[in-house]
Every structure is written in structure tokens, then in C-alpha cells.
């Protein structure tokens, strides 16, 4: 496909339950962010891949939440014993090697955790 | 740390009027600033970044590294200009994390 692509859109889960989100980037490019973003504020980023490796795994709230990349494309992001605070969109973005600044986003995974 | 403030949420004004969406920022280093949008039911997208000086859509925005703003302008706003954005930095010259801030609502009037 041409864009950054999530699934699932809308995901619905019992606290305390474990989650996967699937982001599959822009051919070719070699960065990878997840952002998750609560009611009424801006995204908040949680890591960044360059490759497999996680470059930046400093926003991530804490171990219950995990991601990888393992082959520099698809990443998937874990929630372990999910809470109701984790409900949120959890963005996916993609960026192209040197090509500081512009993301190109997917239409993100809406998570509802009841 | 790298920080962004937008101070209001929420500016509304009749189309033809001029518009300013405000963006102040605290980085140490030298950073790069950049607006993106999301129009209603699309995804979130670049707009501009202050590197390239260029007017998209209308639109411009100045670096002013004395005040650390990156002001959003247009003198003549558009009823399809209606969207939510956010202002965003990122260190320069660094694939590295974009730091976003909380974003403000455009409405534009007919």
C-alpha cells in the first residue's frame, strides 16, 4: 500500500487483558514511531525504531508496554495486563532515511479498555 | 528537554479573516520546528517546517529563536482551513523523536 497502515482501527478489551497493534510503514522507510494519543491532546511519543533496534524507547509509560521490529518493517506494540488509563489512539508513523522531520502517519488503532 | 506550547485550544473566526496560530517551544540546542494538520476523518500530515521557508496553502511561519515561537499565519483564512493543528520540534540535524504540542482547533466560519 502507499501510506502507513494499522490494524486493527478500533480495538475493545477487558482490563487487564493483553493487547498487539500492528503497524506496517511506508515501504522503503527505515524509521518507525509510535505516538499514542489521549482525548484532547497532542500526540506523546512513546519509541522509534531506526531499523530493528529501538532507538528511543524513552516514552514508554512503563514495562507493561513493549514493541518491536524484528525484521526493520512491521512493527507491533504489546500492552501487557492492560489498564483503563491506556485507552487512547495509538498512532504509527513512518520516515524515510534522511529525511529529518516529516512523518507520515497511519490512521492509528483507537484502544477502549473497559 | 524539548517542549512545545500552543496556548489556546480552540480559534475561531470568519472566513476572510487573518489568523494566527500561536507555538512557543523550549529546546537547549538547535531545533527544528514544524506544523502538521489533521483535516476531519484524515490522518495527521506535515504542513510545513521552517527549513524549507515556504508558504503551503497559504500559510507561513517564522522561527523567531529570540522569543521561541513558531507562529502559524495566514492573512486570509478558508473555510476548508478548518482542521486541528499542532506544532511540533524535533533536535536538528537529528533522526530523532518529534516532541508535539497539544494542538488547537481551527474553525472557520462561512
Known amino acids: 500500500g502507499a501510506g502507513v497502515s494499522q490494524t486493527p482501527s478500533n480495538k475493545v478489551t477487558e482490563k487487564g487483558k493483553y493487547v498487539e497493534l500492528r503497524c506496517d510503514p511506508i515501504s522503503g522507510h527505515t524509521a518507525l514511531y509510535w505516538y499514542r494519543q489521549s482525548l484532547g491532546q497532542g500526540p506523546e511519543f512513546l519509541i522509534y525504531?531506526?531499523?530493528?533496534?529501538?532507538?528511543?524507547d524513552s516514552g514508554l509509560p512503563n514495562d507493561r508496554f513493549f514493541a518491536v521490529r524484528p525484521e526493520g518493517s512491521v512493527s507491533t506494540l504489546k500492552i501487557q495486563r492492560t489498564e483503563r488509563g491506556d485507552s487512547a489512539v495509538y498512532l504509527c508513523a513512518s520516515r524515510s532515511s534522511g529525511n529529518t522531520g516529516e512523518l507520515f502517519f497511519g490512521e492509528g488503532s483507537r484502544l477502549t479498555v473497559l | 528537554a524539548q517542549r512545545v506550547t500552543q496556548p489556546e485550544k480552540l480559534l475561531s473566526v470568519f472566513k476572510g479573516a487573518p489568523v494566527e496560530l500561536k507555538c512557543n517551544y523550549s529546546?537547549?540546542?538547535?531545533?527544528?520546528l514544524f506544523w502538521y494538520v489533521q483535516y476531519s476523518r484524515q490522518r495527521l500530515q506535515l504542513l510545513l517546517r521552517h527549513i524549507s521557508r515556504e508558504s503551503i496553502k497559504g500559510f507561513t511561519a517564522d522561527l523567531n529563536k529570540g522569543e521561541t515561537s513558531f507562529h502559524l499565519k495566514k492573512p486570509f483564512a478558508q473555510e476548508e482551513d478548518s482542521a486541528m493543528y499542532y506544532c511540533a520540534l524535533s533536535p536538528a540535524g537529528a533522526n530523532s523523536k518529534l516532541t508535539f504540542g497539544k494542538g488547537i482547533t481551527l474553525s472557520v466560519r462561512p
Open positions: 529546546y537547549s540546542g538547535s531545533p527544528e
Open positions: 525504531f531506526q531499523g530493528t533496534g529501538a532507538a528511543d
